[in-house]
């Protein structure tokens, strides 16, 4: 994509202000998940934009910065491991693009939000399934949280190094697992997602995959 798509474009001219939202990290045993929310003025232009997960991690830098560049605002909202193992991941990945709205000042007049589950006590929106693949805005949403997550697990690598987060992110890898076992969870692990492997049963690595 390169630019606002027609739907969106309708969108601005029938509310105003449209903000696209997306999120990363709903699948990792260790971690925050990440939300973005993004606005653009309607005559944005800026090649290659697409779902975060179809681009290799030097383009996500790279558009990351465009995005900023290009944007009238950027959003960012987090829900740290205790919160999602206190509500489920489902409402954390919520409550995280919630407060990615948030921070958006002015706020926007309608949002656009990736995949089928959602709710806001104020702002109108729509869900899309595959948005970040058809959505312009909600497809920057999703390279700015998924950039902003990896920068957060680069940092905790260096405060718990032996989890190698660096370089998985906090997903299941086998190296994770084995590190896990090694040295049981660090504080940013989610207790809700790691216990079965940590008792060394064959069950589903991580809810919410």
């Not at 971690?31 to 309607?42: C, K, N, R």
């Not at 491991?81 to 407060?99: C, K, P, T």
């Amino acid at each position: 994509m390169n630019s606002l798509s027609e739907e969106e474009q309708t969108l601005i001219g029938r509310y105003g202000l449209l903000a696209g939202v997306d999120e990363a990290g709903r699948g990792p045993l260790a971690g925050p998940v990440v939300a973005a929310a993004v606005v653009f003025p309607p005559d944005t232009r800026i090649h290659g934009i697409g779902d975060s997960k179809t681009l290799t991690p030097g383009r996500r830098e790279e558009l990351r910065d465009r995005i900023f560049e290009c944007a009238l605002q950027v959003g960012i909202g987090t829900a740290e491991a205790v919160e999602i193992d206190e509500m489920n991941i489902l409402q954390a990945a919520i409550r995280a693009m919630q407060r990615a709205l948030e921070n958006l000042h002015p706020s926007p007049d309608f949002v656009l939000v990736d995949g089928n589950a959602f709710h806001h006590p104020t702002l109108p929106f729509r869900t899309v399934v595959r948005g970040d693949s058809t959505m312009f805005t909600v497809a920057a949403a999703s390279i700015i949280a998924k950039v902003h997550r990896d920068h957060i697990m680069r940092e905790y690598d260096r405060l718990y190094p032996e989890y190698g987060f660096a370089r998985h992110k906090g997903y299941p890898t086998r190296q994770h697992i084995e590190s896990l076992r090694r040295f049981g969870p660090s504080p940013i692990h989610r207790r809700s997602f790691v216990v079965k492997k940590l008792v060394g049963t064959s069950a589903t690595i991580a809810r919410g995959l």
